[in-house]
């Protein structure tokens, strides 16, 4: 059975430690635009990294490429 972890909380430190150097340096750069680190997944494609802004979410790749279009924010 599947265990449902989008219940548990996770800090934002523990989100940090998550991401790649890349990522680190992509969502450092987005935060100068007011961005914040909201959550990291992990997926088969890899592990990205979510900033928000208001009701915009940037992905982040393990390269640090940042994609604001991505469909990776959404579950199947």
Do not use: P
């Not at 969502?27 to 914040?36: I, K, N, P, Q, T």
């Not at 982040?60 to 199947?76: A, K, T, V, Y």
């Amino acid at each position: 059975m599947a265990t449902e972890r989008r219940l548990d909380h996770i800090s934002y430190n523990e989100n940090w430690t998550n991401l790649s150097i890349a990522q680190k340096a992509s969502v450092s750069e987005l935060s100068r635009f007011g961005f914040d680190l909201a959550f990291v997944r992990s997926s088969q494609e890899g592990r990205f990294a979510f900033a928000s802004l208001d009701e915009k979410y940037a992905c982040i790749n393990e390269d640090g490429e940042i994609n604001m279009n991505s469909d990776q924010l959404f579950r199947n």
